[in-house]
């Protein structure tokens, strides 16, 4: 590091001593099979032109395995960078191929990079410098004696150049931008502790620990760079510029944050930044290039695909497969299928760098909006990596950070765009919607999960797409209830789209929340087969017209899950293979191996056609999907490109159940009647003839009244637009009348019920049910014909009806009676009390007790006569319990009559403390400037939501005491936390600290909890334990 010092030194114009002379700019040889051979010019000086001389000659080896790898021969372009505001490798213009000249030799170190060769037979710890003989003065840096074999392993040309030039672009570009960011810093790592920190890049170019051939790494001290290969992949050499930019990603957190690698959330945070750094390098890049160069690398496929947002501009890694497709997709993370864009969907990501994708939309969304860029996003996320990532931060605090770290003018526009990956500070959460949805194509499920409200309490409901209402509801407006539109499908217009939901609930609050979708109808494996189709093609009824060996199409008639699928040829297909695949998942790619489900037909020798269920369509939702048809000579993969074949997508409207046409009928005889109902399966309108014994005897009508007196038999016809499409038959065998009968012997307001029938058909149950007509319209489910009684408890005419039930033979007869209770006795009546002195001893008193002539109680077993009938009779039991209690009462006529009643007796209730409650704190702050002390603040009876004021810039709590409500204070135990960062979030480094903070112009919040040994060990997050109570104040200048 001491060039990098002395350098950065004479930047900031401080004398130091010269070293400039032992670096120098050299062209050299970069690129690998995507970019090109890219050939790199220094500056031109007095000893040398600059030009990469020996690169533009150079001839890229070819022979059938490279032929077949890289089927289009890479072409050379010329590179000129040049950067002069960076702050670093000033003297050469800011042109990032640095070298170091000593004794004849060349090495690939500079003030910020060291690029380590791993030497064979060498310790790691004795690893040295990359070199080159420069017996004459610095020269290109141009070795082609493991070219054959670098490229056709790996797709590169000099590997250890790529990862030099490129580590040292992103080594620039952190140093300019944390120069601009901190510009009174006069250091790139103070010893003292600076506001940022650079160190030398330590970086080995084809090395992987444990032999982890195709895996990159930051292992704290290295960049570990994988030599790549195509074994058992095709992966090109890791000295692309992504995987150099992100790999230094991590490195920049190592030296400038707290954050820790370790949990999915933290190190999902890392993989993000890291993600973000590899775009903002190759931003950095591309935009320092000279485009108006002969040649320009500018203007290769790669390059203007990097400037292209519609195409790989948003790509991450799209260097690193031989294919040329990308590791990640930051615009629409979810292409890789195993990624999210949104923290609601945590869940469903295994790993950190799929759980990353969450951040890397936001990032997106914020880099693309109006008056930012890619830079002055990536700034952000280095002020916000420097100044608020914590140990464990995860992606919610992550995502608060940034914004913590915004200006106050940009603060709304990021808040929202964080909000629309799902990311919401614990202040707004109370506004925030919760909401599922589920993606199809170009359709949307949505369904309101929010349990914080009732459906009454819903007063308006919007949902909109790209700001355009796609619903709005409002209660009593003749809409519907909100239950029915709270979930519902939404046609999504082609592309990326923004979907909100928000709700205004009766007592004025608004709810709203946001996700954002990806539209589509195609698959994204499109095998651009040429040639004209061999034969067109009909889906179960539906004529599709096929032209071309490779085409889409939409089927307009509805599939259904249950149904056959039958595809016929109108050309003989001569024995060939039919394969169709089902994008069940809706990602819009057909997996196509052995284990996935996708595939769900196959068929050799087939000829004219074939017909097979949709498997495993009977567990995903209704809805559009795709399906592929591949005909083929022999089977072959979903995308795999043949001319000799033909390929038709497919876009079909899924639906549940079946559309096969049939009929069915029921029949329910009640007493001398039997009710025919008819069911149709199948779609469309269906009306019902009916015949009896071969006979009409209806039309147009599902349901058929009559009375039978002999086996018939019954047919139905099922007929859509007049034409029968279905009939069942089936014979009706009458159950002869039982003869019901019921009797009811009145006694007092008591009924004595008996029934009496002819006997059941042999083998054949009966369920007596009652409905007795009283008051309460008592009903009661009885299993035999066994005498009962009913009490209806007053006088007056009840209609008491019993219905037998023959479930076996779909049968019921029914009957009824009237019942008249005349002169009834009042209803008897007991209340209970407990004495409030001893609630073992409980108080009985019996209403309009003068009526009875003698009173008698039956408690525990035990009969007592209650003696004194104008006084309330008590009864003492030894313990709390449910207990059965009989009282007998005589009426003046002698009549006796007796109810039951369980009590409750119940232990007496335990003393409750009085909820804890903090009155006011006491708290001693001390102030200070910047090393010594200002003033101490003694502040005595601080009330909840007060604000202490501070004399200088920076204060620490030395102290809190708690008062409270609580008069034992020996049981009392407290917690303060102080939001040192102000971020809105209390964490737990930040409680009971006495370091130091400062006020920057908004005062500091501080949450005081107070709980007892008996409510909790201890409280967490500014969260009082149950029982506790919370008091907040602050401390401002």
């Not at 489900?597 to 017909?611: K, P, R, Y």
């Not at 009710?675 to 058929?704: C, I, K, M, P, V």
């Not at 007892?1012 to 602050?1034: H, K, R, V």
Request: glycine fraction near 6%.
């Amino acid at each position: 590091m001491k060039y990098l010092t002395t350098v950065v030194l004479g930047i900031l114009g401080v004398n130091a001593p010269s070293f400039a002379t032992q670096y120098y700019a050299v062209p050299a040889l970069t690129g690998n099979a995507n970019m090109g051979v890219n050939c790199i010019h220094a500056p031109q000086t007095i000893n040398s032109s600059g030009i990469a001389t020996k690169c533009k000659q150079l001839t890229v080896p070819n022979n059938p395995r490279i032929a077949a790898q890289f089927p289009v021969p890479p072409k050379h372009y010329t590179v000129e960078f040049n950067n002069p505001d960076s702050p670093v490798f000033s003297e050469f213009n800011g042109y990032p191929m640095i070298i170091e000249h000593s004794s004849g030799k060349c090495f690939l170190r500079n003030e910020l990079v060291n690029t380590v060769e791993p030497q064979r037979n060498v310790l790691p710890s004795e690893f040295t410098s990359f070199e080159y003989d420069c017996p004459t003065g610095p020269e290109e840096s141009f070795d082609t004696s493991r070219l054959l074999y670098q490229y056709t392993v790996s797709g590169a040309f000099q590997p250890q150049n790529d990862a030099h030039l490129f580590a040292s672009v992103t080594m620039q570009m952190a140093a300019h931008y944390f120069a601009e960011l901190y510009p009174q810093q006069g250091e790139l790592c103070p010893e003292w502790g600076g506001q940022y920190c650079l160190k030398q890049l330590q970086q080995r170019v084809g090395y992987s620990v444990e032999g982890q051939k195709y895996s990159s790494d930051w292992d704290g001290e290295f960049v570990n760079l994988a030599e790549g290969g195509s074994v058992v992949g095709q992966f090109s050499h890791a000295s692309s510029l992504d995987i150099v930019a992100h790999e230094i990603g991590h490195a920049l957190l190592s030296w400038n944050s707290e954050l820790l690698y370790q949990g999915e959330e933290p190190s999902a945070v890392q993989e993000a930044f890291s993600d973000m750094t590899a775009l903002a390098a190759r931003d950095y890049y591309i935009r320092h290039i000279d485009g108006g160069a002969a040649n320009s690398f500018l203007q290769s496929p790669m390059a203007l695909a990097w400037q292209n947002s519609a195409q790989k501009m948003w790509w991450m890694g799209t260097g690193f497969n031989f294919s040329g497709n990308p590791l990640r997709y930051i615009a629409q993370p979810r292409f890789d299928l195993i990624s999210i864009d949104d923290t609601r969907d945590l869940a469903e990501a295994n790993g950190p760098h799929q759980k990353a994708g969450a951040l890397n939309k936001f990032f997106y969304l914020l880099a693309t909006s109006e008056q930012w860029s890619v830079e002055r996003a990536y700034k952000l996320a280095l002020k916000a990596a420097n100044n608020c990532f914590r140990r464990d931060s995860g992606i919610n605090e992550a995502g608060m950070c940034f914004q913590s770290q915004a200006d106050y003018e940009d603060k709304a526009l990021i808040g929202e765009l964080l909000r629309q990956v799902g990311i919401v500070s614990w202040q707004s959460q109370s506004e925030h919607l919760a909401f599922d949805i589920e993606r199809q194509l170009d359709e949307l499920r949505f369904s309101v999960t929010d349990n914080r409200f009732s459906n009454n309490q819903v007063k308006r409901f919007n949902v909109s797409i790209d700001g355009v209402p796609y619903l709005a509801w409002q209660k009593n407006s003749g809409q519907g209830s909100f239950n029915k539109v709270k979930a519902g499908r939404l046609s999504v217009p082609l592309g990326a789209a923004l979907v909100e939901l928000e709700i205004q609930l009766s007592n004025g609050q608004t709810l709203s929340a946001a996700r954002h979708v990806y539209s589509a109808d195609q698959a994204r494996c499109q095998p651009m087969i040429i040639g004209d189709a061999m034969t067109s093609l009909r889906v179960n009824d539906e004529p599709l017209n096929v032209t071309k060996a490779f085409e889409q199409l939409a089927v307009n008639t509805a599939l259904y899950s249950q149904d056959l699928l039958t595809l016929s040829f109108n050309t003989h297909l001569n024995n060939k293979v039919v394969t169709v695949f089902a994008d069940l998942d809706r990602d819009r790619v057909f997996e196509d191996d052995n284990n996935s489900n996708e595939l769900i037909f196959t068929q050799a020798d087939s000829s004219e056609g074939a017909s097979f269920k949709l498997l495993g369509a009977e567990q995903i939702n209704e809805g559009p999907m795709l399906l592929r048809v591949r005909i083929d000579d022999k089977q072959k993969g979903a995308c795999e490109v043949d001319n000799g074949s033909q390929v038709v997508d497919l876009k079909v409207n899924l639906k549940s159940g079946s559309n096969l046409q049939s009929v069915d009928f029921s029949s329910q005889q009640v007493n001398d009647q039997i009710t025919l109902t008819a069911q149709a399966t199948g779609q469309g309108s269906h009306t019902f003839n009916w015949y009896f014994n071969g006979n009409l005897e209806a039309e147009n009508t599902d349901t058929l009244i009559r009375a039978f007196t002999a086996e018939t038999l019954v047919q139905v016809d099922s007929l859509r637009d007049g034409q029968v499409v279905a009939t069942q038959q089936k014979k009706v065998q009458p159950v002869a009348s039982l003869d019901l009968k019921i009797q009811c012997a009145v006694e007092g307001t008591q009924c004595l019920f008996s029934t009496q029938h002819l006997p059941l058909p042999n083998s054949v149950s009966a369920r007596y049910f009652w409905q007795f007509g009283d008051q309460v319209d008592t009903k009661d489910t009885r299993t035999d014909t066994s005498n009962f009684i009913f009490d209806y408890q007053s006088s007056g005419q009840y209609n008491a009806n019993l219905t037998v039930y023959l479930d076996s033979l779909n049968a019921q007869f029914t009957t009824s009676t009237v019942v008249n209770i005349e002169n009834a006795k009042p209803e008897i009546v007991f209340n209970t009390t407990a004495d409030p002195q001893d609630p073992m001893r409980i108080l009985f008193s019996v209403e309009n007790i003068d009526l009875y002539k003698k009173v008698f109680w039956s408690v525990e077993q035990k009969r007592y006569e209650q003696s004194d009938l104008t006084r309330e009779w008590d009864y003492t039991f030894n313990e709390a319990g449910t207990y059965p209690v009989l009282l007998t009462v005589i009426y003046p006529d002698d009549t006796p009559k007796t109810i039951r009643k369980e009590i409750i007796v119940e232990p007496a209730a335990p003393v409750t403390q009085p909820n804890l409650q903090i009155l006011s704190i006491h708290t001693d702050v001390m102030s200070s400037w910047y090393l010594w002390s200002c003033d101490t603040n003694y502040a005595r009876n601080v009330l909840p939501d007060s604000e202490i004021k501070s004399d200088c810039n920076n204060a620490q709590i030395n102290s809190v005491l708690v008062n409270t409500n609580l008069e034992d204070i020996t049981l009392l135990r407290s917690d303060y936390w102080v939001d040192r960062n102000k971020d809105g979030i209390f964490s737990q480094d930040e409680k009971n600290t006495n370091l130091s903070f400062k006020f920057d112009g908004s005062r500091v919040p501080v949450c005081v909890t107070a709980y007892t040994l008996e409510q909790a060990g201890s409280s967490s997050a500014c969260i009082a334990p149950e029982g506790g109570a919370t008091f907040n104040f602050y401390i401002n200048k």
